[in-house]
């Protein structure tokens, strides 16, 4: 059986402009959707991974030391505004080449739904991290186990599944004391979890999505509703080991109009595989 997360990152070539550009399509259908419209880091996956096919089609055969490092790459940076949210439906990423290297190549990549561009990205390909960090300071997951525990909060027959509809593609467990929404409560604009794909280990393109996972933390602020991104910016460090992947998601500075909500991604063996910021909207009336 082939799995949801598979099938998005399935991508079909629909034309080719030249040595520099490339146009592939991809079909996101309403399992990564919350509510009626595509969530954002699951957009945001399917941009990583079209940057890479793309590379792997427009990198010149004729340079190997050029084809060699580009093979090596991953999307170690994705920096996409999204002007108007997308659709569960098929989207074309129209793809072109800023900038050629052999240590940082960068892409420009725009999905499309009916002529319009929906979402416009950069992204940033590189080698990823490996090997003993030169130093890691004390972070918010600190402490968290490894796997969820059975107080946790799972996607898969809760409310939260009536929103949140990627339960068909990911394990999702929240932590129940930083999402205090729950009982009725507020608390810190702070919220954990334990994620993993359904089928599958966790890979770079999964923690992309991962970054944009957890609810939007204003809840805890009695703040609910529709939080739109404005814009979303993620890195990747490295790739995950195999198993539940944990998250963090915070805020420093909610403001009257807008929040920033950061996530911090960990795998299993507590090393950091990926972090991003979100700019967002505070959901109307609030």
């Not at 079909?12 to 040595?19: A, H, L, Q």
């Not at 592939?24 to 509510?35: E, S, V, W």
């Not at 991953?74 to 793809?95: F, G, Q, R, W």
């Amino acid at each position: 059986m082939t799995s949801k997360i598979t099938e998005v990152l399935a991508l079909t070539e629909v034309d080719r402009g030249g040595p520099d550009s490339i146009t592939l399509r991809a079909h996101i259908d309403d399992t990564f959707t919350i509510g009626p419209k595509v969530h954002g880091g699951s957009l945001q996956m399917v941009v990583a991974k079209a940057a890479r096919t793309a590379l792997s089609a427009l990198t010149p055969p004729d340079d190997p030391k050029l084809a060699d490092a580009a093979a090596a790459m991953i999307p170690v940076a994705v920096a996409s505004d999204y002007l108007t949210a997308p659709d569960a439906a098929d989207v074309d990423l129209a793809i072109s080449v800023r900038k050629r290297g052999r240590t940082v190549t960068v892409l420009q990549v725009d999905a499309v739904q009916q002529g319009r561009t929906v979402v416009s990205s950069s992204v940033t390909m590189a080698r990823p991290d490996s090997g003993t960090p030169h130093h890691s300071g004390p972070n918010v997951l600190d402490g968290t186990p490894a796997e969820p525990p059975s107080t946790g909060i799972s996607l898969d027959g809760s409310p939260i599944a009536e929103i949140n509809h990627l339960g068909a593609a990911v394990d999702l467990v929240l932590d129940a004391e930083t999402f205090p929404m729950v009982r009725g409560e507020t608390g810190e604009p702070l919220v954990r979890g334990w994620i993993r794909p359904k089928g599958l280990d966790p890979d770079e393109y999964f923690a992309v999505l991962v970054c944009d996972i957890s609810p939007p933390v204003v809840f805890n602020l009695a703040m609910f509703g529709w939080a739109p991104t404005v814009q979303l910016t993620t890195y990747v460090r490295r790739h995950p080991a195999p198993g539940w992947l944990r998250f963090a998601a915070t805020s420093t500075e909610v403001g009257p109009g807008m929040f920033e909500e950061d996530h911090l991604v960990v795998d299993s063996t507590g090393t950091v595989v990926a972090q991003s910021r979100q700019l967002a909207l505070i959901p109307a009336g609030r």
